[in-house]
């Protein structure tokens, strides 16, 4: 695969009577409503200390917080997908980037519990937009002729726009004394970009058809029988991948402070920044390989990852904890492209958008528990203890999970 065509980043940031003349320049175009969207997804991540001491809240319930957010996403998961590919791409990416704007504003004057929960569940909600409707809708700028490489500036997309959030917001912590406002006052620029670009995006209305008319009520999403297949090896790599990087994002910052006294909010961003771009630059390392291979290189990271966690904790040593955040994003960037090249390259068009939903539901629904349990086990036995306990069963899944990849997933 050639490098990719350069974004235009002009048109992208441009009023609504310019609209990217190309199907490479729409992908890009659309590309980055992806990054927008999951800028603001990670953002809070070195606030959250901040946020502990101001609002006084445990572990737990930190992520708890966490969790709220993935509850928004998986429940927008459930309908987002289907909506989009009967109704088209536009009528559910609109809804989906006002959330996020409404969820920008909320973060930005947070004086509350209630408040910051409200933030993370609109942000929830709009990722569970983006990730279905969205990066669909990258695959589809880019054209039949590029769906690989669509599918790989999807996911490309999503992972830096995750790395840019956390390094936005720790650089600014790190400098100014009141960065909240500012912080998220960037991001609401960067927001109503993207919503420009939903509103004049060429996206094409979904034709009603007689076999979708038997089906038009909503149900739990489901890909084709083919394909469940697909589904299962990229839910295996990608879940233990995600749920690595959400422990980072969640937990991260509370273990570099309290076990390794690094309380640096520009480190904790910085450290969920490099885990991002990480994700970002494997994926073109690997593009070229064959799915079975990249995903396996997945697994076999999420399980350094963990190890790599272990010893950093034992050890008191920051510099591996920086390391396992970095294994622990080419986890989950690997998985992730994976599960969207076995999509893109498989799945009809007009159910790409719903299996985007149940791969994301797939690797979302582990993710929220295990971190929930996590923060209340942390909170019972002590941080040590229950970090240990976390990277044991992460590294047993991931093991899992390459294991079906390694026997099953042939070349297709």
Known sequence: M????????????????????????RMWAAAWMVTAVFILSNAPTPLYVHWQQQLGFSAGMLTVIFAIYIAGLLLTLLVAGQLSDRLGRKPVLIPGLLAAIVACVLFATASSIVMLGIAR??????????VSAGMAGVVDMGGAKRKRRASLVASVAMVLGAGLGPLL?????????????????IELIVLVSALIIAITLPFHRRPASGAMHQHSKLHLPTVPAPNRRHLAFGIAVFAPGITATSFVLSLGPSVMAKLLEVRSPLIAGGMACAMFLTATGVQFI???????????????????????????IHASAAALLIVAALLAGAGQGLGQLGGLTLIGTHVPDNHRAEANAVLNIGGYIPAGLLSVATGYFIDAVGLEAGATAFAAVLAIAAALGGGLVFKKLYRD
């Open 2 to 25: 050639t490098m990719l065509d350069t974004p235009p980043t002009a048109a992208v940031l441009s009023g609504a009577n310019t609209v990217p003349p190309s199907p490479a320049r």
């Open 121 to 130: 569940l609109l942000a929830g909600i709009a990722v569970g937009v983006i």
């Open 169 to 185: 917001a720790g650089t600014l912590a790190q400098t100014i004394e009141y960065p909240v406002i500012p912080i998220f006052s």
């Open 286 to 312: 690997v593009s070229r390989l064959h799915i079975r291979t990249i995903l396996l290189l997945g697994a076999a990271s999420t399980i350094l990852a963990m190890v790599s966690l272990t010893i950093a």
